[in-house]
T-cell receptor
Framework: DAGITQSPRHKVTETGTPVTLRCHQT?????MYWYRQDPGHGLRLIHY???????DKGEVSDGYSVSRSKTEDFLLTLESATSSQTSVYFC??????????FGEGSRLTVL | GDSVTQMEGPVTLSEEAFLTINCTYT??????LFWYVQYPGEGLQLLLK?????DKGSNKGFEATYRKETTSFHLEKGSVQVSDSAVYFC??????????FGAGTILRVKS
């Protein structure tokens, strides 16, 4: 199985502060994803990457940016956090079989 | 755009009861269909999948059949256990790169 480490796992921050979530994979999977999970909405795609420096927007990308300078790391940044960005954030990689493998999630609370 | 609609929960069953969680989809092409499961405090795990019409995915006693004529992928299990208590997500992938999720259905199984 692929290994994914998300950090931090829990974060509380204040409105207007910048936040960066990190996703690290231990294998060289090309595709990586950031989703957010909210009650009643399931998981919604924020951004995804299909290679180093190659990223694209998902359905809820406003207020978020991403970067991928190395194959193994995919960063999600909230430039100025808002209360509507309180959520659980999941990173995923696409395995060779085409299926997504998910990390354990990062719970973000914006006060 | 693509979308997935799941039955609302929570679904509460007694142990050994029959389970059905309904899932219907809208897609422009011929998507692959998935069921993911999320146990408390964990990330999502792939439960089963089907890649073309009339395919049946199965795993751990769960089954789902890809019905193109009714655009459905209902999840079934003949006899649920307490350990099956979790959130179940139906999802589709139209392009092989991104997943679109339903809102999720909470299943609670009582002993």
């Amino acid at each position: 199985d692929a290994g994914i480490t998300q950090s931090p796992r829990h974060k509380v921050t204040e409105t207007g502060t910048p936040v960066t979530l990190r996703c690290h994979q231990t294998e060289n999977h090309r595709y990586m994803y950031w989703y957010r999970q909210d009650p009643g909405h399931g998981l919604r795609l924020i951004h995804y990457s299909y290679g180093v420096k190659d990223t694209d927007k998902g359905e809820v990308s406003d207020g978020y940016s991403v970067s991928r300078s190395k194959t193994e790391d995919f960063l999600l940044t909230l430039e100025s956090a808002t209360s509507s960005q309180t959520s659980v954030y999941f990173c995923a990689i696409r395995q060779a079989t085409g299926e997504l493998f998910f990390g354990e999630g990062s719970r973000l609370t914006v006060l | 755009g693509d979308s997935v609609t799941q039955m609302e929960g929570p679904v509460t069953l007694s142990e050994e009861a029959f389970l059905t969680i309904n899932c219907t989809y809208t897609a422009t092409g011929y998507p692959s269909l998935f069921w993911y499961v999320q146990y408390p405090g964990e990330g999502l795990q792939l439960l089963l999948k089907a890649t073309k019409a009339d395919d049946k995915g199965s795993n751990k006693g769960f089954e789902a059949t890809y019905r193109k004529e009714t655009t459905s992928f209902h999840l079934e299990k003949g006899s649920v256990q307490v350990s099956d208590s979790a959130v179940y997500f139906c999802a589709l992938s139209d392009d092989g790169n991104k997943l679109v999720f339903g809102a999720g259905t909470i299943l609670r199984v009582k002993s």
